[in-house]
């Protein structure tokens, strides 16, 4: 039966109280036309149990999965292989029905993988502490953002154009509310980042630089000036993190001096599931700790001198911290977070090495074969498993041509960036250990004939 516990009078007092009228006067911001007046116009008002079950089915089956067909789409969210193994971990009834970990003497094992979590993260990010996980990605990015406003004392972040624009989207929204200054404008089809431009931007104002590393057309940039830099203007250099396998091949931000380092953990442990649930990365320096949001697990001794595990610290609002918080956001993806880690664990720092190599191997050899037919341009030759391709066409009809034949082309800039008709020839092009070379060459040859 439903559990109702407000009674009309109840609720009437609720809105006097915050000074409406009706349960309607809540929703004044959302515009009028994208309200619903009544009902669906193209439900049924009711249908039986078995109908429903049927229909839904005939529409799940339009989906398909991400191994169904070759798959070039990155841009932020990758595949990989996931062993077996992993899923059997996070299924067991321990791990699976495990929720935040208030009372540590009941939650050791959930403690300790979360302290592992973190150890792992932090040794990839090449930082002092990483935190619990965050929500995903694109938030982890904006929570660093206002972690550097607390520390400077400034708002005025320089956000680099090889950022993610969906991460840029969401720095957007939520600095309409903390009146932070985002200085931001969209990528050039270039093989050159824009680490000079950084450079030139950075003054006295400045709270943070936020770079993606590799960027949002694959492009790696050495971020060690521009961390001197930073640091002579008493800002922070913060960077994003999007494909974490990469750090198996390349320098980690850490060891270039990022100050603040986060990123999206999906790669590792986390299918793409159409497009969520994802798990946020984030790491710092120690001397900042206590301005980073979310939970960090600590590892201390009991009573009896046994290794026990605790929350140390925990900065959101639910917590006592209340409006002194450093974070309002309270989820955290905590089983994707053990995915993550069982599949580190897995993998240890001989696997995930490997595992980098043969994604850049795989991508070297892709660019190689798609960058010989004529129309298509390689437009950086270094790179981790992710390129962009400038085509003698718009690449939009093209993906969705090919999505037609059943491959999964890669991302066009122009549906990324679609106000920058520059863009519109880029198609960012993700390959990862699962494409074989049969991909490669019927990607090839559906790639020849829409360019013909």
Not at 23 to 30: A, K, Q, R
Not at 245 to 263: C, K, R, T
Request: proline share 4%; aromatic share 6%.
């Amino acid at each position: 039966m439903r559990y109702l516990p407000l009674t009309p009078a109840d609720r009437q007092s609720m809105l006097a109280t915050i000074g409406v009228d009706s349960i309607d006067d809540l929703f004044v911001d959302v515009p009028e036309q994208a309200r619903l007046t009544g009902p669906i116009h193209d439900l049924p008002m009711h249908a039986g149990e078995m109908a429903v079950e049927a229909h839904m089915k005939a529409l799940a089956k339009k989906n398909h999965a991400a191994g169904d067909m070759p798959f070039f789409l990155g841009a932020g969210a990758y595949r990989h292989h996931v062993p077996a193994s992993v899923d059997h971990i996070i299924q067991r009834g321990e791990f699976l029905t495990a929720y935040t970990p208030y009372q540590p003497e009941i939650a050791q094992g959930t403690l300790q993988t979360l302290f592992e979590f973190q150890t792992q993260v932090a040794r990839l990010f090449g930082v002092d502490v990483a935190n619990a996980s965050m929500y995903d990605g694109s938030t982890a990015c904006w929570e660093a953002i206002t972690m550097a406003r607390r520390i400077t004392k400034r708002s005025k972040a320089i956000l680099s154009s090889g950022l993610h624009p969906h991460y840029v989207s969401v720095a957007r929204t939520m600095a309409k509310f903390t009146k932070d200054s985002l200085a931001y404008e969209a990528p050039r089809v270039d093989a050159a980042t824009d680490i000079q431009s950084l450079l030139d931007q950075i003054d006295d104002e400045t709270s943070c630089v936020v770079v993606q590393y590799p960027d949002i057309l694959g492009r790696i940039a050495d971020m060690s000036e521009l961390a001197a830099r930073a640091k002579q203007h008493k800002a922070l250099l913060i960077a994003v993190v999007t494909e974490p396998v990469a750090l198996g091949a390349i320098m980690s931000p850490g060891e270039m001096g990022a100050d603040i380092v986060v990123g999206e953990g999906q790669s590792l442990g986390v299918g793409l599931q159409f497009g969520g649930p994802y798990v946020g990365l984030f790491g710092c320096k120690e001397k900042y700790v206590r301005q980073m949001p979310g939970r960090l697990c600590g590892e201390t001794v009991d009573a009896e001198g046994k290794r026990g595990f605790v929350l140390t610290l925990s900065t959101r609002e639910q917590h006592i911290r209340r409006e002194k918080a450093t974070s309002n956001i309270c989820t955290n993806s905590g089983l994707c977070a053990l995915a993550f880690t069982a599949h580190m664990t897995l993998l240890g720092e001989k696997g995930l090495r490997q595992l980098a190599m043969l994604n850049h191997k795989k991508a070297v050899q892709t660019a190689d074969r798609l960058s010989a037919i004529s129309g298509v341009e390689l437009m950086n030759d270094s790179f981790f498993n992710e390129f962009t391709l400038v085509l003698d066409k718009d690449a939009r009809p093209i993906v969705r041509a090919l999505a037609d034949q059943r491959i999964l082309a890669g991302v066009s800039l122009g549906r990324l960036y679609p106000d920058e008709e520059p863009l519109a020839h880029g198609l960012v092009v993700a390959v990862t250990e699962t494409v074989s070379d049969d991909d490669v060459e019927a990607l090839a040859t559906a790639l020849e004939g829409a360019l013909a």
